[in-house]
């Protein structure tokens, strides 16, 4: 804490509000300043190193010291610093990055749209369905089916996808039309003796109801992320979306990928939906795609949703959507460029090699305790705590029981993050074996740090 208040630290306070933050505390704790990163790591102000465990926001998978991207901005910047895609106007990297992502798409897309935010790329997910709905004489199927505990961003109609409350709460959300199911979590919503499959097919007869219930006529699309991210590293139960896209095509209901934390490696296959089956007809990506060197977002969209879209803009005149910023040129480089590192390093191969380690090394943290549930795939994953391992009761939201680990984990020189009972972790996929030991160990330590808190009555 600094006392000057001319300093970063009280200057912040004064002007800056964060997001996704307690704003009571940051005026009485203030911010964790950030000078630089060092590859899989980032300095802070007093100039300690800490392991960026989450890659930011599950996005900064080639770390924080890749010149290659550096490079690749910076001749875009001198090139050709900023042009619009309004209008017919284009540029080389956009045109290229669009025929890439069409090229390498889970499922046979056949155009791609960009905007800035994982957010926005969702947002055009859910107008482009309408229109579409519209175009092919059907305007009233319209409703889309998300998950509870699923993050899909946080501009108005995103935040309605979002299937956590807090993000709804004195928002006025969810618009009208949002429908959550829900969450495939088997630890928190399997009933007692049920296998992943009976779960999976009990969830996907829910999904069958509620479409019932609504009218298949007024639903036009079901929204998931492979893995749920924020919601704490969600890892569907098998044959999870074998059994749901059976519904979703018996009813016509279009099927939005949300790949913006999956995409690009982070499950051990390029894309979460090759990971576990899923055949999308739009596809949203962000975060990977330029490992968060700059911001860029790309909704896909299959071959049958862009004919009725040519269709909709004959008859209308136009395609009225996009963003000032949608395909920026930096943006645009930087994704190429990210996408041919990833090509060149085997960036998918890397992470099957290494993420045994982080996945069995957390495993074995099973029988601690505090530990209720560790999952995870690839590059990602979770330990849910409980008080009580044979009946799986939750800690008391208000002692944020895992933010508190967060917060010992930390103090080892990691940066994790912690959501209601979840520890969660998404390190940059260049992390190496070595670097994962580190975490592990700062793991571990903290659970039974964190134990004797729990052990001590909170105190
Ligand atoms: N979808 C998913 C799965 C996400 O994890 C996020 C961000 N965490 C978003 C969408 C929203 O992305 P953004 O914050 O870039 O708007």
Not at 138 to 158: F, L, V
Not at 222 to 234: D, L, R
Request: hydrophobic share 40%.
């Amino acid at each position: 804490m600094s006392a000057d208040l001319n300093s970063p630290f009280a200057r912040d306070i004064a002007h800056h509000i964060h997001p996704q933050t307690n704003l009571r505390r940051h005026e009485a704790e203030g911010p964790l300043l950030i000078e630089r990163g060092d590859g899989v790591y980032v300095v802070d102000a007093d100039g300690k190193r800490l392991l960026e465990g989450m890659a930011g926001l599950w996005c900064a998978s080639l770390g924080f010291s890749e010149t290659r991207l550096v490079d690749a901005a910076t001749r875009q910047m001198r090139r050709l610093p900023y042009m619009q895609t309004f209008a017919h106007r284009s540029f080389d990297p956009v045109v290229e990055l669009s025929a890439e992502l069409v090229g390498m798409a889970p499922a046979p897309m056949s155009k791609a749209l960009f905007a800035c935010s994982g957010s926005e790329a969702n947002d055009t997910a859910m107008k482009l369905v309408w229109y579409y709905h519209h175009a092919i004489g059907r305007p009233e199927k319209r409703k889309i089916i998300s998950r509870r505990r699923s993050y899909h961003g946080t501009t108005i109609a995103s935040a309605s996808l979002t299937g956590l409350a807090n993000m709804h709460q004195d928002f006025n959300l969810p618009l009208a039309g949002v429908v959550h199911v829900t969450c495939p979590h088997h630890y928190r919503e399997g009933l007692a003796g049920e296998t992943e499959e009976d779960f999976a097919a009990r969830l996907a007869a829910e999904l069958e109801e509620v479409i019932e219930r609504e009218g298949p006529e007024t639903i036009g699309a079901f929204i998931a992320e492979p893995v749920m991210g924020t919601g704490g590293v969600v890892v569907p139960p098998r044959t999870y979306f074998e059994r749901v896209q059976a519904v979703l095509r018996r009813h016509d209901i279009l099927i939005i990928a949300d790949e913006v934390i999956c995409g690009f490696g982070r499950t051990g296959n390029m894309w979460g939906s090759q990971t576990y089956g899923i055949k999308p007809d739009i596809v949203t990506c962000a975060k990977g795609l330029s490992a968060a060197y700059f911001p860029i977002s790309a909704t896909l969209v299959s071959q049958a949703i862009y004919d009725a879209m040519l269709a909709e803009s004959d008859k209308l005149g136009n395609f009225s959507h996009g963003f000032t910023y949608g395909g920026h040129p930096v943006g645009a480089a930087v994704a190429r460029e990210t996408l041919a590192i990833y090509r060149e390093r085997d960036i998918v191969g890397h992470v099957r090699r290494v993420a045994p380690r982080l996945q069995d090394g957390l495993r074995r943290l099973s029988d601690h305790r505090l530990v209720g549930e560790v999952r995870g795939v690839g590059l990602m994953a979770a330990i849910e705590l409980t008080m009580d391992k044979a009946a799986r009761k939750p800690f008391p939201a208000e002692r944020k029981v895992a933010g508190h680990l967060a917060g010992a984990i930390h103090r080892r020189g990691v940066l994790l993050r912690g959501l209601g009972d979840a520890l969660m972790l998404s390190p940059p996929l260049i992390i190496e074996d070595a670097e994962i030991d580190v975490i592990l160990s700062a793991v571990a330590e903290s659970l039974d740090e964190t134990q004797a808190w729990v052990a001590g009555g909170f105190g």
